[in-house]
């Protein structure tokens, strides 16, 4: 059972334009059950090309019903039917957004005549719905209006059925519509050559310029994430479009892709990327002595003049260590900044036993991240995945033979390449550890070997 649609609209985008007219035929498979085709008010302009292509104008849509209006017939229609449309995508984006306007959830399994057509028909140049009507002899009644295109792309889709477009309509839905949610010029080898391993991608434009930049535990799997369902915001659609190659890079484990495409992300600056695309603003835990002998812990901005005893890319995160610190080392929440309520100097405690338990926080911070390794399985037989911090920063990562000796930094080193420090990578990595402790190797302990 088949709704087949054509709308007319104001413009390009659902979420930005309305619908000028709507046509639905209900067909199926042998005969044309239902015919339904309306004007509708779309509350926006229609712009003066659009009506002369259309032939649609302001005038003739000003009393017409609202989309609102119709909107419980047209769910009824459409409702248990595969919806069919000749560049699928778009008659499906505005009817489903313009839907859930009119509180209606609806969703259905979609095939598009212009793909369609490809399979059946191979061989034309063209594939546009009037270019793919004429080399099939099958007219076109008021074209670009609602009407006349869905009664045409009825008789197309009827044409292909006739073509064994019955095992063609099998494949699609065995591939559950991948091939019609992919960018209109990203090729679907492109999916199909992705592994399913971790690493790093990039989205390349007609220019082949690096877009988007992103990581994944699977390849495949994450790529083809990014084009399932329908957003309809301008912008996202301008993306898929903008989307013509796919180039991966492989890592060896999820934390090193991750680390990966953060380096990635600064190294090239994608125009589609926005997190990690700002000029990096970090936060540190001090230590001071204030005039009464108190060494004091704060929060600040990352600075030359002051060395910071640990360092985070988030207030957030600074904010949440130190008060795991004032828990873990019973210290007093408002001589860190942390609670506002007034101090009362009589009851304060002895200088000398506060200093030592803000000593022990500060040593548990500096020691615990200082000079470690970050040691992980790999698929790869006797290799370890391996990650360096030194001196509190990231040094580099890379795999190293099963048998290395962790203790040894100059042997470790020889199997690592070297990559730029930033605060993002130290806070996923300082994430993993504590997921993850048994993976955590502080580099001054003695016979540590991984087999």
Known sequence: MFAIVDIETTGSFAAENGITEIAIVLFNGKEVEKRFTTLIQPRYPIPKFVSQLTGITNAMVAHAPLFADVAADVFRMLQNRIFVAHNVNFDYSFIKYHLKACGYEWNARKLCTLKLAREAFPGFPKYGLGSICRQLDISIENRHRAGGDADATCILFDRILQKGGTAILKTFFKKENRAQILPPNLPMEAIQRLPNTPGVYHFHNKKDKIIYTGKAKSLKT???????????????????????????????????????????????????????KHREQAFGIFSFEDAKGYWRLAIDKINKQAKAIATYPLFSEAHNALWKLVRAHDLDARMCFLDRTPMDADKLPPVAEYNDRVKLAIQAVTTGFTDFLVVEKTNQKNKLSCILIEHNKFYGMGIVPSRTDLTNKIAVKKFLEQYPHNTTILSLIRAHVLKHPEQFFRMENTGVMVE
Do not use: D, M
């Open 222 to 276: 994450r790529v083809a994430g990014h084009f399932t369902g329908f957003t309809t915001s301008s912008r996202r659609q301008e993306f898929l479009r903008n989307i013509f190659s796919i180039s991966f890079i492989h890592c060896p484990t999820e934390l090193q892709a991750a680390i990966l495409e953060s380096i990635e992300i600064r190294k090239r600056w994608p125009q589609y990327n926005i997190s990690q």
